[in-house]
C-alpha cells in the first residue's frame, strides 16, 4: 500500500495562514490525494481531495507537487476551529482497491490566539 | 440526520464477551469502510463493502472478527471473544461509490472498552 509521511506536530497563529505537508513518494498514476481531519472524539471530517491539479474548496486549498510525491494543504487563515489532527492518505481510482487507504498519525495542528 | 450513525457510541464489555456494532450509511451510498481506531493513533483500516459484496478484508486482525452488510446497506462488525486488545474506536465510513475519486463520510465512531 502506498504510505504518506507527516510531521508529527505543528503550530500556527490565528488568522495566520498554514502549510501542513505531506510525502507520498510511493504514490501510482491512479492515486487520489485526499486530506482528512479529526477533532476530540469525532470521526474524521473530509477536508480537499485532487489528483495532479491543485484544488481550492471552502475549507482549504490543496497544492499537488508536479511529480506527484508531495502535497500541501494550505488553510488560509487559521482559526481555533481548525486546531485537529490532519491526515493526508490515498485512495485508489478503483473500486476493488479503493477502500484500503493507510491513515498514518497524521499532524496535529495547534492554533494560538 | 443524513449522516453516517454508528451504534452504540459506547460499549463495555467483559474480556471473552461478544459484542456487535451497527453503522447505519447514508442512505444510497455504495461503499462503506470500518476502521479501528486506537488511543492517540490514526485509524487503521479493517474492511470494504461495496454493496453486499465485501471486496476486502484483509485489514481484520483475526478470525474473532467478523462484518457483514447483507443488504447493501447497514453494517454489523462483530468481534467474538473480546480481548483486551480490542478496546479501541471503531469507525465506519460510507461514499456514494467506490473509487478513490469521491469523499468519504466517517460516523462519530464506537468506543469499546474491553475490561
Known amino acids: 500500500d502506498a504510505k504518506t509521511t507527516q510531521p508529527n506536530s505543528m503550530e500556527s497563529n490565528e488568522e495566520e495562514p498554514v502549510h501542513l505537508p505531506c510525502n507520498h513518494s510511493?504514490?501510482?498514476?491512479?492515486?487520489?490525494i485526499h486530506w482528512y481531519r479529526q477533532l476530540p472524539s469525532q470521526g474524521p471530517e473530509y477536508v480537499i481531495h485532487?489528483?495532479?491539479s491543485n484544488v481550492n474548496n471552502r475549507m482549504a486549498s490543496l497544492a499537488i507537487a508536479e511529480d506527484r510525491k508531495s502535497s500541501t494543504l494550505i488553510l488560509h487563515r487559521a482559526t481555533l476551529r481548525d486546531a485537529a489532527v490532519y491526515y493526508c492518505?490515498?485512495?485508489?481510482?478503483?473500486?476493488?482497491?479503493?477502500?484500503?487507504?493507510?491513515f498514518g498519525d497524521g499532524t496535529t495542528l495547534t492554533v494560538k490566539p | 440526520g443524513a449522516g453516517v450513525s454508528q451504534s452504540p457510541r459506547y460499549k463495555v464489555a467483559k474480556r471473552g464477551q461478544d459484542v456487535a456494532l451497527r453503522c447505519d450509511p447514508i442512505s444510497g451510498h455504495v461503499s462503506l469502510f470500518w476502521y479501528q481506531q486506537a488511543l492517540g493513533q490514526g485509524p487503521e483500516f479493517l474492511t470494504y463493502?461495496?454493496?453486499?459484496?465485501?471486496?476486502?478484508k484483509s485489514g481484520l486482525p483475526s478470525d474473532r472478527f467478523f462484518a457483514e452488510r447483507p443488504e447493501g446497506s447497514v453494517s454489523t462488525l462483530k468481534i467474538q471473544r473480546t480481548q483486551q486488545e480490542d478496546s479501541a474506536v471503531y469507525l465506519c465510513?460510507?461514499?456514494?461509490?467506490?473509487?478513490?475519486?469521491?469523499?468519504?463520510?466517517f460516523g462519530q465512531g464506537t468506543r469499546l472498552t474491553v475490561v
Open positions: 465510513a460510507s461514499s456514494l461509490v467506490g473509487q478513490g475519486d469521491t469523499e468519504a463520510f
Open positions: 510511493t504514490i501510482s498514476g491512479t492515486d487520489y
Open positions: 492518505i490515498l485512495r485508489a481510482w478503483d473500486n476493488t482497491n479503493a477502500g484500503k487507504s493507510t
Open positions: 485532487g489528483l495532479t
Open positions: 463493502f461495496q454493496n453486499e459484496a465485501q471486496l476486502d
